[in-house]
């Protein structure tokens, strides 16, 4: 992918940010503010730096995630609602920060809380889009049994997105599990069907079948790394390419 300074690579882009990388290792707080307001400063920098529409899911994992907790003994539906929850907070955290950075913004929320979001309604999501607001989709799809990924290649399709950017704490898709395989390899490009076939964890499969069905390719990259935000919604080839 080449970027040229009078066509910006993406014109939408959907930001799936990790809830895990909200949270600083070590802290007991699930949500850092200095993490919360350098990832804003990034989304800024790359509005300012080219006419790319930005639409963001966040994730909940830095306070739950339903799967885990249905393990233990809940009722997974109930888990589910309070893991969508969760990315409630982390969403307004983010709108908070970005209007710091004097960066419009709305949340829109899958399940009704008009006192704090929008609710979310996917033509006025495409008109905020369109005028340069940045879009947060809270609350997940709004229905268990689903993940904030899966959520992310959904409203891409609904958005006409022409990217799922995931941003997370690893720099890329591996044959295994990076994180419990240090012998594991990365994948500069790989193809949707040899996620889902080899059950490369990154992203669920439903998340994957939903960008292939919508021709929509995911870029998946380091959340950590300084910068890496910037880069990627500026078209810098900084992680794996599925597509
Ligand atoms: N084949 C693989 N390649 C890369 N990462 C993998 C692979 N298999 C599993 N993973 C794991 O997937 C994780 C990223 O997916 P996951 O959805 O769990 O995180 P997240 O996006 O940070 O989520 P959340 O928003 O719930 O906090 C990585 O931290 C990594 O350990
Ligand atoms: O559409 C959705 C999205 C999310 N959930 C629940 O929220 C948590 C947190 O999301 P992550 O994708 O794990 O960050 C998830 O574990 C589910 O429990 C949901 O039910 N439906």
Same mark, same amino acid.
């Given at each position: 992918?080449?970027?040229?300074?009078? *066509?910006?690579?993406?014109k939408?882009?959907?930001?799936k940010? *990790?809830?895990?990388?909200?949270?600083?290792?070590?802290s007991?707080?699930?949500? *850092?503010?200095?993490?919360?307001?350098?990832?804003?400063? /990034?989304?800024?920098?790359?509005?300012?730096a %080219?006419?790319?529409?930005?639409?963001?899911?966040?994730g %909940?994992?830095?306070?739950?995630?339903?799967?885990?907790?249905?393990?233990?003994?809940m009722?997974?539906?109930?888990?589910?609602?309070v %893991?969508?929850?969760?990315?409630?907070?982390?969403?307004?955290?983010?709108? %908070?920060?970005? /209007?710091?950075?004097?960066?419009?913004?709305?949340?829109?929320?899958?399940?009704?809380?008009?006192?704090?979001?929008?609710?979310?309604?996917?033509?006025?999501? *495409?008109?905020?889009?369109?005028?340069?607001?940045?879009?947060?989709?809270?609350?997940g799809?709004?229905?268990?049994?689903?993940?904030?990924?899966?959520?992310?290649?959904?409203?891409?399709?609904?958005?006409?997105?022409?990217?799922?950017?995931?941003?997370?704490?690893?720099?890329?898709?591996?044959?295994s599990?990076p994180?419990?395989?240090?012998?594991?390899v990365?994948?500069?490009?790989?193809?949707?069907?040899?996620?889902?076939?080899?059950?490369?964890?990154?992203?669920?499969s439903?998340?994957?079948?939903?960008?292939?069905?919508?021709?929509?390719?995911?870029?998946?990259?380091?959340?950590?790394?300084?910068?890496?935000?910037?880069k990627?919604?500026?078209?810098?080839?900084i992680?794996?390419?599925?597509?």
């Amino acid at each position: 992918m080449s970027q040229s300074e009078s *066509s910006p690579v993406y014109k939408r882009v959907i930001l799936k940010l *990790s809830g895990e990388a909200l949270r600083e290792v070590g802290s007991q707080d699930n949500i *850092s503010p200095e993490i919360v307001e350098r990832i804003a400063s /990034e989304i800024r920098a790359a509005k300012d730096a %080219g006419d790319v529409e930005i639409g963001v899911v966040v994730g %909940g994992g830095n306070f739950w995630r339903g799967a885990s907790a249905s393990a233990r003994g809940m009722d997974r539906p109930t888990a589910d609602y309070v %893991g969508m929850m969760a990315t409630v907070m982390n969403a307004l955290a983010l709108q %908070g920060a970005l /209007e710091a950075e004097g960066v419009e913004c709305v949340v829109q929320s899958a399940i009704e809380m008009r006192n704090v979001a929008e609710p979310f309604v996917r033509r006025k999501a *495409s008109r905020h889009l369109a005028a340069g607001t940045v879009v947060i989709f809270a609350a997940g799809t709004g229905n268990p049994f689903f993940s904030t990924d899966t959520t992310a290649a959904l409203r891409a399709s609904e958005m006409g997105a022409d990217v799922v950017m995931k941003a997370t704490m690893v720099d890329g898709v591996y044959d295994s599990d990076p994180k419990k395989n240090p012998d594991a390899v990365r994948y500069d490009t790989i193809d949707y069907q040899t996620c889902i076939r080899e059950e490369l964890k990154v992203m669920d499969s439903t998340a994957f079948s939903l960008c292939m069905d919508n021709h929509i390719p995911i870029v998946v990259f380091d959340l950590g790394k300084n910068g890496n935000i910037t880069k990627a919604l500026g078209g810098e080839n900084i992680g794996t390419v599925v597509e």
